[in-house]
Structures are given as structure tokens and as C-alpha cells.
Nanobody, 124 residues
Framework: QVQLVESGGGLVQAGGSLRLSCAASVRTFSNYAMAWFRQALGKDREFVAAITWNGGTAAYADSVKGRFTISRDNAKNTLYLQMNTLRPEDTAVYYC?????????????????WGQGTQVTVSS
């Protein structure tokens, strides 16, 4: 059974930074691509960033490119999302997800396991 636990969310002023973490209880963490998605109130879940099994390649949504950085530590079974220069439109619940594949996808339907989410609120 795979469990994902996100942490690091909170309330921050526009222009500030937060670092999200996702601790995964999965034996073969290093075999899987992982991603961050977010869902704002009343909106669909949207892709934020994804990373390959070994951290060698990352992909980002245009809206966060240059501001967010996804990374992973396979020795700690942990995924990260460093978020800088936050904007009010970044306000959402952020979810980490595991894809049972080496290579990531931007489609949320390609991901098999999800965390419970962590709230990020950016005030103007």
C-alpha cells in the first residue's frame, strides 16, 4: 500500500516562498515518476510540475516556470516543491502523486496514488 503525506503548506504574502514536501511510504520509490498538482476552489485539478524517476528531468506548467522547482531525494523517499515569488493565483490545495512509470505525465489520470493535499494560501 502506497501512502503519500504532504507538508509545508501555509499562509504567505505575495512574493514570499514556501517549500512543500511529500513523504512516500513505497518500497520502490526510485522506480516511479512523481508530480505535483493543485486544485483551487471551484476549479479543476491542474498540473504543476513533474520529475522523472531519477530526478534527471523535470517539467513545469507555464504558469510556474521560473518560480517553482521540483526535486526528489530517493534516499529519503521524499519529493519537494520549492515555490518562490508566490502569487495570489497560486492559492490552492497542492497534491503529490506517484505514477507507476519511470517517466512523468501532465495528465492527472496517469497517476495511481495521491496524497491528501496541503493548503497553500497567498495573500495580496
Amino acid at each position: 500500500q502506497v501512502q503519500l503525506v504532504e507538508s509545508g503548506g501555509g499562509l504567505v504574502q505575495a512574493g514570499g516562498s514556501l517549500r512543500l514536501s511529500c513523504a512516500a511510504s513505497v518500497r520502490t520509490f526510485s522506480n516511479y515518476a512523481m508530480a505535483w498538482f493543485r486544485q483551487a476552489l471551484g476549479k479543476d485539478r491542474e498540473f504543476v510540475a513533474a520529475i522523472t524517476w531519477n530526478g534527471g528531468t523535470a517539467a513545469y506548467a507555464d504558469s510556474v516556470k521560473g518560480r517553482f522547482t521540483i526535486s526528489r531525494d530517493n534516499a529519503k523517499n521524499t519529493l519537494y516543491l520549492q515555490m518562490n515569488t508566490l502569487r495570489p493565483e497560486d492559492t490552492a490545495v497542492y497534491y503529490c502523486a506517484v505514477r507507476r512509470n519511470f517517466w512523468p505525465s501532465q495528465l492527472h489520470t496517469d497517476y495511481a496514488y495521491w496524497g491528501q493535499g496541503t493548503q497553500v494560501t497567498v495573500s495580496s
